[in-house]
């Protein structure tokens, strides 16, 4: 199996800062495209930002010019630097991953990770 464990959520006050990482283990062989989702109270869960394994990048529109991802191939991590928060981030972040997990099959699979809370106050 494949498991991802993301770190770096707290508290945080609006304008402030902080960065979330997300390490991926397990039986692999590559991994596609990384990212970061986030799911507020009573809201569906939506795209924050997507990352290919080559480096090029996707963000939603509320986070543009806010919060920037980078991966660490070398690592199978992804982080999101997250500047200017405000209280409208705040969310259960979630780490995905695409992973190909045999190099004898081309089979791919989507892992999650637990989340991790984010709170920006006021």
């Known amino acids: 199996q494949a498991q991802l464990v993301e770190s770096g959520g707290g508290l945080v006050q609006a304008g402030g800062s902080l960065r979330l990482s997300c390490a991926a283990s397990?039986?692999?062989?590559?991994?596609?495209?990384m990212g970061w989702y986030r799911q507020a109270p009573g809201k569906q869960r939506e795209l924050v930002a997507t990352?290919?394994?080559?480096?090029?990048?996707n963000y939603a529109d509320s986070v543009k010019g806010r919060f920037t991802i980078s991966r660490d191939n070398a690592k199978n991590t992804v982080y999101l630097q997250m500047n200017t928060l405000k209280p409208e981030d705040t969310a259960v972040y979630y780490c995905?991953?695409?992973?190909?997990?045999?190099?004898?099959?081309?089979?791919?699979?989507?892992?999650w990770g637990q989340g991790t809370q984010v709170t920006v106050s006021s």
């Open positions: 995905y991953a695409n992973i190909r997990r045999y190099q004898m099959s081309t089979l791919t699979n989507d892992y």
């Open positions: 397990g039986s692999i062989f590559s991994i596609n495209a």
């Open positions: 990352i290919t394994n080559s480096g090029s990048t």
